[in-house]
């Protein structure tokens, strides 16, 4: 029997149209991850052309920058794709968002918006990726609904 007409479990539980809330939360991530490498490429061309405090310091922070949005952007195809590998990047870039919205709003007030703009994509990230219907839509079995 071939595989399309015998299909295994976890496209069994991707039938039917991505949810809506599947398909937010991957847009967050994905938002997520642009922000990190506009940030990353904004500190790069600083650091090489600008007068930085420290150039050494710029390019890395760019460079850093551009390789941690690798996570939610991975994170953000893989919802998009119904991986459920791709929940548990997600989530831990929420995770990660949080103190640094926290830090942005203890800053100076020019970081306040941005505190609390990622402080409020972190978290209806959260809600939308631990969504029971996120869930299923991923082929993810909570504790007592393991197959037998």
């Known amino acids: 029997m071939s595989s399309a007409q015998n299909p295994s479990p976890e496209t069994a539980d ?26 990353g490429v904004w500190m790069l061309v600083l650091g090489l052309t600008g007068e930085p405090d420290d150039r050494q310091q710029a390019v890395t922070g760019g460079v850093t920058l551009i390789v941690l949005a690798l996570l939610p952007l991975l994170a953000a195809r893989g919802l998009l794709a119904r991986r459920s590998w791709s ?4 989530i831990i870039t929420q995770i990660m968002a949080l103190p640094v919205a926290y830090n942005l709003l203890q800053a100076d007030s020019m970081s306040i918006p941005a505190g609390i703009a990622l402080a409020v ?13 996120t869930t299923r839509a991923l082929g993810i079995r909570g504790p007592g609904n393991a197959e037998k």
């Open 121 to 133: 994509v972190a978290v209806a990230a959260l809600v939308l990726l631990i969504n029971a219907e």
């Open 87 to 90: 929940r548990g990047p997600a």
């Open 14 to 39: 991707q039938a039917g149209p991505r949810p809506v809330r599947l398909t937010a939360a991957a847009a967050l991530a994905g938002l997520e991850g642009l922000a990190l490498v506009v940030g």
